[in-house]
């Protein structure tokens, strides 16, 4: 019904049965993330999720950070299948589906369907369409996007907070002598807090970084303070 609904307000040729949402989530314009969520044949598909860590430009622009996203995207589509989707959600309003449209634009794909999803009043906004589109809160096209929305939102912040977290580790690495930059990305990859590397047992941390290194950071992390 979901499907039908949208393929309705949209003037889509057929329901849509694969939609990718995209959501933006910084800190203060920093480590910007964009996160892409897939909706496939009526379900949630978590393992094709991707998130970009967006590396274009410096600072705080989320139409900038959904142009980059979506170009990234869809440029790989075409280079790895050809095989697009039936639609493309974004989480904003006018300016975010302009900047989408721009990048899909520049790959030469216009004929692929976008919308985006505003917050607040939930409208929905056309490439190229003056006014928004306002449905039923109970439409059911309506509420498919707006759990997308919402999951993207999610994923997106979730991303962005396991970043922080790696990173707040690296800075704590950068303490224990002779472990350099390329030792400190393998334990943050590995560990992600400083909790969870101070249980691993030493054996592992050796298998990791080597017997000796292994050993010395084993000491340091549990040394006396």
């Known amino acids: 019904a979901a499907p039908r609904a949208l393929a309705r307000h949209l003037g889509l040729a057929h329901p849509p049965r694969w939609i990718e949402g995209f959501d933006i989530s ?15 044949d009526g379900r949630i598909r978590k393992g094709e999720y991707r998130s970009f860590n967006i ?16 170009e990234r995207r869809y440029r790989l589509l075409l280079e790895e299948s050809g095989v697009l989707r039936d ?8 300016g975010d589906v302009g900047a989408a449209a721009g990048a899909l634009a520049g790959l030469e794909l216009e004929e692929l369907p976008l919308v985006a999803l505003a917050k607040r ?5 056309l490439p190229g369409s003056p ?21 993207a939102h999610r994923f997106a912040v979730s991303r962005h907070r396991r970043q922080r977290t790696t990173g707040a580790l690296r800075s704590q690495l950068e303490e224990i002598p002779g472990v350099g930059p390329a030792r400190r ?4 990859k590995r560990y ?12 592992e941390i050796q298998e990791l970084l080597g017997e000796a290194v292994g050993a010395a950071v084993h000491r340091h992390l549990h040394a006396p303070a």
């Open 26 to 40: 910084n800190l203060q314009g920093t480590a910007v993330i964009a996160s892409m969520v897939v909706w496939r």
């Open 131 to 151: 006014e928004p589109l306002r449905l039923p809160r109970r439409d059911e096209g309506l509420r498919l996007l707006q759990m997308l929305r919402d999951e």
């Open 55 to 70: 590396r274009s430009f410096t600072g705080q622009d989320d139409f900038r950070s959904i142009a980059e996203a979506v």
């Open 185 to 188: 990305k393998l334990l943050a």
């Open 121 to 125: 009043e939930e409208e929905l906004y």
């Open 87 to 94: 639609l493309v959600m974004i989480d904003g309003g006018r």
């Open 192 to 203: 992600g807090t400083w909790d969870l590397l101070l249980a691993a047992p030493l054996g």
